[in-house]
Nanobody, 120 residues
Framework: QVQLVESGGGLVQPGGSLRLSCAAS????????MGWYRQAPGKQRELVAG???????NYADSVKGRFTISRDNAENTVYLQMNSLKPEDTAVYYC??????????????WGQGTQVTVSS
């Protein structure tokens, strides 16, 4: 059984910072790409940032220069450092990872989501 568990969401004022964490656990053979998505009310889920297992990163234009994605391969964990937060960053943030279990085929796994609210 493989699962992703997120933490670090919350309420923050505009201009503030938050750091999200997502740890993968279970019978994991390898993890390829990892990333963060978000979904605001009434909108489609969108990619925020992604990182390969070699550390190459990509970002949505709306967060470039403000958000930083990183990962710790030894801990099977991905992070999202969010700075200069804006009200439009308010959304549920989801962790995603392409994981090959010890037994079974490679698949796409999702965390349960963590709420980020940017408001004064």
């Amino acid at each position: 059984q493989v699962q992703l568990v997120e933490s670090g969401g919350g309420l923050v004022q505009p201009g503030g910072s938050l750091r999200l964490s997502c740890a993968a656990s279970g019978s994991i053979f390898s993890i390829n790409d990892m990333g963060w998505y978000r979904q605001a009310p009434g909108k489609q889920r969108e990619l925020v940032a992604g990182i390969t297992n070699r550390g190459s990163t990509n970002y949505a234009d709306s967060v470039k220069g403000r958000f930083t994605i990183s990962r710790d391969n030894a801990e099977n964990t991905v992070y999202l450092q969010m700075n200069s937060l804006k009200p439009e960053d308010t959304a549920v943030y989801y962790c995603n990872a392409e994981i090959t279990p010890i037994w079974g085929s490679k698949g796409d796994y999702w965390g349960q989501g963590t709420q980020v609210t940017v408001s004064s």
